[in-house]
């Protein structure tokens, strides 16, 4: 069965701090990786995604997620973080089918 | 504008009452499904549809009912609640994530907090 794991229920960052959220999936054959931001209030929003091609994908906001198959990793970055970025977000995989397998989220906040 | 659109947004109700949630999306898409949002579990789906009069469990389907009588509306039907189902509810659509439409994504829907007590 298709699972993800996000390491970090939550995560505090300092403003201008690089952000690290952490993805892994497991899965035997080639997945396709989202990553989702929820904002207080409101529904889930995509970020980025990633299903073929190149493994570094850069999303909205400043995100990127670089594919790591030999890690099954797909961690969420952004070099300096900004105070809206305060928010849920969820790593999501998917393998060819419609069903999404969404992970328990990540709590981030931004000090400033 | 394309949207996911949900009603009603918060809804207090007592237990046994039959209730529904409605979801309507204005994108064409096939596919539409239901999750529940509970701290510390993620999203978990509860029904989805691949198209119309099409429509399969998911992961926590237990307690609800679903239709999919045209392709924009996907009601979430609650026949009896109980406080168990306390819990934030989101529709999402998407054409379809099928080799073939990889370019694509899930719209999400605005949520609805649902209270029964």
Known sequence: AQSVTQLG???????????????????SVPPYLFWYVQYPNQGLQLLLKYTTGATLVKGINGFEAEFKKSETSFHL?????????????????????EKLTFGTGTRLTIIP | EAQVTQNPRYLITVTGK????????????????????????????????????????????EGYKVSRKEKRNFPLILESPSPNQTSL?????????????????AFFGQGTRLTVV
């Open chain 2, 89 to 105: 509810y989101f529709c999402a659509s998407s054409l379809s994530l099928r080799t073939g439409y990889m370019n694509t994504e």
């Open chain 1, 77 to 97: 970055t952004k070099p300096s973080a900004h105070m809206s970025d305060a928010a849920e977000y969820f790593c999501a995989v998917s393998f060819g089918n």
């Open chain 1, 9 to 27: 229920s939550h995560v505090s960052v300092s403003e201008g701090a690089l952000v690290l959220l952490r993805c892994n999936y497991s899965s």
């Open chain 2, 18 to 61: 039959k209730l529904t949630v409605t979801c309507s999306q204005n994108m064409n898409h096939e596919y539409m499904s239901w999750y529940r949002q509970d701290p510390g579990l993620g999203l978990r789906q509860i029904y989805y549809s691949m198209n119309v009069e099409v429509t399969d469990k998911g992961d926590v389907p």
